[in-house]
């Protein structure tokens, strides 16, 4: 059985939801944005990688309106989720990080990627 999972953050939390093809919804949960380690989210991800004994697709996407989740310290101190051989992220939706300001013209450098991040 394949698990996928969708995090999405709101303005107040972070919903987890595990899927699979053959057992549909397998795990639903509603986290604090603010978790206590840094590493906690991907932590409880690779353990239900090792639960069910393959790598996990994680999508994530911040709903409109409300902080990224770059903003919601879901990821610690991180600029960018933290991967594992057990967890691999995927940004879905429209997500744009913060830019650096006053070091000059860069959009000569800024090509569309995949998924549109």
Request: charged letters at 25%; proline letters at 8%; aromatic letters at 6%.
């Amino acid at each position: 059985m394949r698990l996928t999972a969708q995090l999405r953050t709101t303005s107040s939390e972070a919903r987890l939801l595990c899927t699979s093809a053959e057992r549909g919804d397998v795990l639903k949960a509603r986290l604090p944005l603010r978790p206590s380690h840094p590493r906690a989210l991907l932590t409880l991800l690779e353990g239900l990688s090792l639960w069910n004994g393959s790598p996990l697709s994680v999508a994530i996407a911040a709903e409109p309106g409300c902080p990224s989740w770059l903003d919601s310290g879901l990821f610690g101190d991180e600029l960018w989720p933290g991967e594992s051989q057990l967890v691999q992220y995927e940004v879905v939706g429209h997500v744009r990080p913060k830019r650096l300001r006053g070091l000059g013209d860069f959009r000569g450098l800024r090509v569309p990627l995949r998924g549109g991040r």
